[in-house]
């Protein structure tokens, strides 16, 4: 099997072709599968990811899995994948955006960043595209943190941000889309304690310092005054918003890409409620702490 590599827009995640899912994978090329997702942290296969089972296949290369928690959300007879679609009943809440009823938008995030040991990555296999918009986004925040000046980042390594889970985006402090609930989930969500994660931190394999921000869940800087908590935070996530460290792809039917949640954050960008959208996913179990548990008084 001869697979070629190639830098995807703006140096964000590699594109692998060559990659034949149709016989098993062998030792060696799971080995360097996992070693390019780590060095690229997002990896793309266009046009290969032909049913579940080769979802599986791809996913079981770069480590264990972790079934979704709440049993609706998973595809049925594959307790290992989740099954993303508006084909039969919303999951989700819809908003309008732009006079437009927008299903499955989600903004800039880290998954589980409102829990002390975020998964270490995910796959997502595109069965069937939306006609109209539908892309997801992702940002290198390794190149984000390599890229601020030099006070910046002394100023803020030690320093601890506050996150707290947001069911929706009316729990947004930063970067909240301008949206207008229409109809909500309607579904029982679970409650999180806060945690706090340190704003700069060192991936566990690979040792390169990550800016961890997660636009999502983030409250506040603890221990520092709420202007300068708010301006600060602010100025990081104008920096690694810019469009130099992200990759947006648009989607065709059988894509899979593979992405490393310990150095990214990934966005949704959601398409309209009445066009079908359906997408598998499997998730990467984490297996290191990040952060730790706070009070709700602490700030």
Not at 108 to 115: N, V
Not at 206 to 211: A, Q
Request: proline share 7%.
């Amino acid at each position: 099997m001869t697979m070629t590599v190639s830098p995807l827009p703006n140096g964000v995640g590699v594109e692998v072709s060559g990659l034949d899912l149709s016989h098993a994978i062998s030792q060696s090329i799971a080995t360097t599968l996992r070693d390019l997702w780590l060095e690229a942290g997002v990896v793309l296969f266009r046009g290969i990811g032909s049913s579940p089972e080769a979802l599986l296949k791809l996913s079981h290369c770069f480590g264990e899995l972790e079934p979704h928690p709440i049993e609706h959300f998973r595809l049925p007879g594959y307790p290992e994948l989740i099954l993303l679609s508006n084909q039969d009943n919303l999951t989700g809440p819809v908003y309008e955006f732009d006079g437009v009823a927008t299903y499955g938008r989600i903004p800039w995030h880290t998954d589980l960043a409102f829990t002390t040991t975020p998964n270490a990555g995910a796959v997502l296999r595109m069965v069937r595209n939306s006609e109209h918009n539908g892309q997801t986004g992702w940002i290198d925040t390794a190149l984000a943190w390599q890229s601020l000046d030099a006070d910046t980042k002394q100023r803020i390594e030690g320093l601890e941000a506050r996150y707290h889970f947001s069911p929706n985006l009316e729990g947004m402090r930063f970067n909240k889309p301008k949206g207008k609930l229409i109809k909500d989930s309607g579904k029982a969500m679970p409650s999180f304690p806060p945690v706090a994660h340190p704003l700069v931190w060192v991936h566990p394999e690979t040792g390169k310092k990550i800016l961890n921000i997660s636009t999502l869940n983030i409250q506040c800087v603890l221990g520092m005054p709420k202007a300068d908590s708010d301006a600060l935070i602010q100025s990081l996530i104008d920096h690694t918003l810019q469009p130099r460290f992200q990759y947006i792809h648009e989607w065709q039917n059988n894509d899979m890409i593979v992405w490393d949640n310990r150095r990214t954050m990934h966005k949704a960008f959601g398409h309209p409620v009445d066009e079908i959208r359906v997408v598998q996913r499997s998730t990467i179990r984490g297996t290191i702490k990040m952060g730790r548990l706070i009070n709700n008084q602490q700030e």
